[in-house]
């Protein structure tokens, strides 16, 4: 079965930087639309962010605009996200999904059939 893997989470102080990567082993990630969801605890699960195949095209929550930005690595067959200015309502578990096409499918999980198993963000001092 398809599967993304992220990487990148961990702790880090309010106003403090991560950078998460989402990446496919099994297919050729520029052939789907990717977006960026983050489940806080007790909470439903939320996109931040989200690509479209060709990586011209991206959206962000307004929650987070101006402070994250998604883009594709080709080379390493990935989708980074960039986190910058973190705040303690950041914090959650990130994980990426996709779905094969061109377009992002918003922010409705249930558009994207792939998903990886998430990684951990805290923000807190």
């Known amino acids: 079965q398809l599967q993304f893997v992220e990487s990148g989470g961990g702790l880090v102080q309010p106003g403090g930087s991560l950078k998460l990567s989402c990446s496919a082993s099994?297919?050729?990630?520029?052939?789907?639309?990717v977006a960026w969801f983050r489940q806080a605890p007790g909470k439903e699960r939320v996109g931040v962010a989200c690509?479209?195949?060709?990586?011209?095209?991206?959206d962000y929550a307004d929650s987070v605009k101006g402070r994250f930005t998604i883009s594709r690595d080709n080379a390493r067959n990935g989708v980074v996200l960039q986190m910058n200015s973190l705040e303690p309502e950041d914090t959650g578990v990130y994980s990426c999904?996709?779905?094969?096409?061109?377009?992002?499918?918003?922010?409705?999980?249930?558009?994207?059939?792939?998903w990886g198993q998430g990684t951990q963000v805290t923000v807190s001092s």
């Open positions: 690509i479209d195949s060709t990586g011209r095209i991206t």
């Open positions: 999904a996709g779905d094969f096409g061109q377009n992002c499918r918003g922010y409705t999980p249930e558009r994207y059939s792939y």
């Open positions: 099994q297919f050729t990630l520029g052939y789907y639309a």
